[in-house]
């Protein structure tokens, strides 16, 4: 083992914010009366259902296949009867396919086979078939990320969760190390590596002595600094290698993996486990006992909240994800993901609800962008419905990360506005 020093990547942010739930371990729930299970978990084309309303399904079993190589299969997360197959509006406002299956209660499972061997095709074929993909939110495909096109000579696991609030990693880091590091293991020889590293911001001293014991990977101190999480920052201050513009990690020998990612590889290869379960931070003042939570996928969030003890009167919005790269919801009618990995409850002291005002072209946007954009002249393309311009300045490359419009005085709705140009700008290019 060895303790590397971490490097600093130029612009970013301290964010300030409160792990409320740092030294509360991992509960998991009762098991829920039902679930109801998106078929959109990931990035790609939504999942197709393999089974009928009536059917009665055990934990693990398939319930939806993956339509093509960008997309999961997805699995029934509790034993019971399929109720219904229908589109709902969900509580980010978006109309998606789910099963909803009510809880029979008699623990029937189903695992996988063991597998005949440890060989990297073997292992990305169980990877791809558990449906496992990038739990720190990207939701891609892990068994893509495990087949390279080019040659990789270093494993970087994220262990920064940088955002405020969340401490789902944490925790697992914690209580997990072990079967984390057997993940990590598994995927470095999947991809024929020696070499792992593992980055943890400094604020979680106890993550990185967890890992220091390990003879065979490094471990990175990280730096406080938003958006470490982020691949081409973790990357560059991990390895001092620099992504360029429009290129991936593995242009740079890298395959990043995040620590909740890790261990549902290291589930469904040593254990058999499809990937049926998520672990998440519910938090935030609103909340009466900020917690993380080991969850069935499909549980709902307004149950979670209601294990926590239920909000306060005084809670003005709910979030989900982090405060900074989270998305608020306009409903409660949102049941968890794969990729969930916070329910903040926020009141008015820990948000800001004051109305935008113009643009008085102070760059501070600018100047704390990670990605060296101009978030001010991406917007003012937008809203002038000029999305070529948008793309000129850079849009495709907005990590939207949020922190534009946390440094705003103006309290301008940036990443709304940049997320929905790269939409135009998809858009566009698909029609030619
Ligand atoms: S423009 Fe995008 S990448 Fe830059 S700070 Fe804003 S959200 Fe982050
Ligand atoms: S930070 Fe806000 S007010 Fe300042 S230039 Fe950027 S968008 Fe305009």
Redesign the pocket.
Known sequence: MSILKARRFPFGSRIHGTKLSRYSPIETIPSPDFVCISMSQHIGAPAIPVVAEGDVVKKGQLIAKAAGPVSANIYASIPGTVEKISEITNGLGQKQTHIRIKNDFTGNEMLFDDLKDRSPSSVVERVALAGIVGLGGAGFPTAIKLSPKSPLDILIINGAECEPYLTCDDRLMLERTEDIYRGMKIIAEALGLTRIIIGIEKNKPLAIEAFAKYADIDVVPLRKQYPMGGEKQLIYCTTGRKVPVGKMPFDVGCCVQNVKTVLACYEAVVLNKPLTETVLTVSGHGVKEPKNLKVPLGTSFSSLIDYCGGKSDDTVKIVAGGPMMGKALVSLNQYTRKTDSGILVLTDKETNREKPSN???????AQKCPMRLM??MI?SHFLCGDYSGAERYGAMNCVECGL?AH????G?A?VQSITAAKNKIREMKKNG
């Open positions: 643009c008085i072209n102070c760059a501070r946007c978030p001010m917007e534009c440094n705003c005085p103006a301008r940036l």
